[in-house]
């Protein structure tokens, strides 16, 4: 035959398998692009970018291969012998492949099928093996694995000024400037707040007794020590000094901007009900091994002193409020005298009363103020005072107010879903005991959810439109059905994946696993579309799966081990490690290495009990 000819024929024969095979490929990827909130926005171009390279890959694979096919194939005689090294070694590979792996495989799948219902309920009990194992994995959303910076939150006793917040703070740059450079490669210091982890956190701390230092890493590429590994010995050499309050350090997430690992609001109607709650919360967590850095945003302010108008005596006098509260003003702030121009600019002219005289009680008690006749009236004569506590800020949500508590946790050790599950006992019984209180869970807990639900809701659609895809595709309803049954499959190698490799399931990890479904159906559906073929050549039943599985083998094994070869050397980082990627690359790679492997033998077997279903009816229908 031609190889012009061959080609066409080639490409007729295989373009709906292949076209059927891509688009549950884009099907799988296309829900993505739904997720809502952050999340959504932080993925929707990794979809995207698959999907465009998926249809440009099927426009080259019709229009564009064939053609350097016809063109490779012209002159090339496979009786002939080899003229070069290359042509040998492919000769060797196939001639390898045919004699000795193929063989074997049917070999091995004739010995299955005579024991494919035994065979099917292993298979059957190790997916309850994985299902129990994947509900007991931890689940973290994005692992910390590649953070570069992270921050030392100190925090004074209310009332200290910048310059005294700002010696406190140079001791502490000490500990950092010991760490060798090839691991810190600088810090920056703030005075007078603390800025979050998280860029987009409205919550600021401002205030003479706050201050940051923001370290930053070398890149993770470049050493061997972790963050956290930095961050234990900065706590341990730096413990705790005297005169600082509190230091609490911070991290960042290896992803978009998410809340806090622990995050927990207790809210009610006044502060005095809601503290005695958040004290028994707090104690839980801190006791919870992982758990560290653990504060809340209860932060009084400086102590007030109230002054208490009198109005009946201050009407008597003369005086108003309004004219009380401006000589008060006065007192404290000064008054603008007059103002002096300069080009463009005007400067005012305040006069106050030197800051011996008016930094103090008695100075406030000592005020006289002018009535409306003229005469000055001691403000103690219109006056009550008393002192009071007052709070750095006041928090509230759904007209409660709210006090949070926030930690760190070690997520090689557990996950916030852990910590809230941990908690739950208490939360019950706090809630039973204080009618008034409410308690929400937050933070990176409550984003893992939403994350899980759009995961969720994606998986549902994708294997919504793969089994449509298939429909159309097979023309027929059981086929996709039984299509469909090595997603578990690619499931199963995830989870065993991620349990012997020691990580927890995360975002990441789950994505690459929603995307695994539309990729593990190809090989099934290459194998299908070619028994479909034979039998309507007229070809037995079991004949034509056998024939399918020695004719497929091949093409089976190359698309998966191309996928395993361009994707696993990201897993390990061979070439470069990112760790923010690795979950991704270890779900689809070992996904579609050992869901590939799993399929060849389990889905032609289930394919025979099909088989012997279907017969059985038709006897009984006879």
Not at 282 to 291: A, H, S
């Amino acid at each position: 035959m031609p190889s012009q000819e061959a080609a066409i024929r080639g490409a007729k024969e295989i373009w709906l398998p292949v076209f059927a095979s891509v688009m549950t490929t884009v099907i799988a990827f296309a829900p993505l692009m739904s997720m809502s909130g952050i999340m959504g926005k932080f993925v929707v171009y990794l979809p995207l970018g698959v999907i465009v390279a998926l249809l440009i890959s099927l426009f080259e694979c019709y229009f564009i291969l064939p053609n350097h096919v016809a063109e490779w194939m012209q002159g090339h005689n496979p009786a002939e012998a080899p003229k070069n090294k290359l042509q040998s070694f492919l000769n060797y590979t196939q001639h390898f492949w045919d004699k000795k792996v193929t063989p074997v495989y049917v070999k091995t799948l004739k010995w299955l099928l005579e024991r494919k219902y035994i065979f099917l309920s292993v298979v059957l009990g190790f997916l309850v093996l994985t299902g129990f194992l994947a509900s007991r994995m931890r689940v973290v959303l994005f692992p910390s694995g590649m953070i570069e910076t992270f921050m030392i939150n100190i925090q004074m006793p209310t009332g200290t000024s910048l310059d005294q917040t700002r010696e406190a703070t140079l001791k502490l740059e000490k500990y950092i400037k010991q760490f060798d450079k090839s691991l810190v490669k600088d810090f920056v210091t703030t005075i007078g707040k603390h800025v979050s982890v998280n860029m987009n956190d409205p919550n600021i701390k401002r205030g003479s007794e706050y201050s940051q230092i923001r370290v930053y890493l070398t890149p993770v590429t470049d050493r061997d020590v972790t963050a956290k590994e930095i961050i234990e010995k900065l706590r341990k050499d730096i413990g705790h000094p005297p005169g600082i309050k509190k230091i609490v350090f911070s991290r960042p997430s290896g992803g978009p901007p998410v809340g806090r690992p622990i995050s927990i609001a207790v809210l009610g109607k006044e502060y005095k009900d809601i503290l005695p709650v958040v004290q028994v919360l707090k104690d839980k967590v801190k006791k919870i091994p992982g758990v560290s850095d653990v504060e809340d945003d209860y932060v009084l302010g400086k102590k007030e002193l109230l002054v208490h108008i009198k109005k009946a005596e201050a009407a008597a006098s003369g005086l108003t409020v309004a004219s009380i509260g401006t000589a008060i003003r006065a007192t404290f702030e000064g008054v603008v005298a007059t103002s002096i121009k300069s080009l463009d600019e005007e400067e005012d002219i305040r006069v106050t009363l030197p800051l011996e005289d008016r930094s103090s009680e008695a100075a406030l008690k000592s005020i006289q103020i002018t009535n409306n006749r003229g005469y000055l009236v001691p403000l103690t004569q219109v006056a009550s005072f008393s002192e009071n506590q007052s709070l750095a800020a006041f928090n509230h949500e759904d007209n409660k107010r709210k006090i949070s508590i926030f930690g760190d946790l070690d997520d090689t050790k557990l996950s916030a879903m852990e910590v809230e599950k941990k908690l739950k006992p208490l939360v019950r019984e706090l809630l039973k005991k204080n009618p008034g209180i409410d308690i929400k869970f937050g933070g990176e807990n409550e984003d893992t959810k939403e994350s899980m639900k759009s995961l969720g809701r994606a998986f549902i659609l994708a294997v919504f439109g793969i089994f449509m895809i298939l429909i159309l595709t097979f023309k027929s309803i059981y086929q996709p059905f039984l299509v469909l049954i090595t997603v578990p499959l690619g499931l199963t190698a995830t989870v065993w994946t991620f349990f012997l490799h020691g990580l927890p399931f995360s975002f990441l990890g789950m994505l690459g696993t929603v995307a695994l479904g539309g990729v593990i159906v190809n090989n099934a559906i290459v194998f299908m579309d070619y028994v479909n073929a034979l039998r309507a050549q007229g070809v037995e039943r079991r004949k034509s799966i056998l024939k399918a599985a020695r004719v497929r083998i091949r093409p089976i094994f190359l698309t998966s081990i191309t996928t395993v070869c361009g994707i696993l050397p990201t897993a390990y980082g061979w070439g470069g490690l990112d760790e923010f990627v690795v979950p991704i690359a270890l779900a689809l790679g070992w996904g579609v290495f050992l869901g590939a492997i799993m399929t060849v033998f389990v889905f032609p077997l289930a394919l025979s009990i099909v088989d012997d279903v279907a017969l059985k009816i038709r006897k009984k229908k006879a």
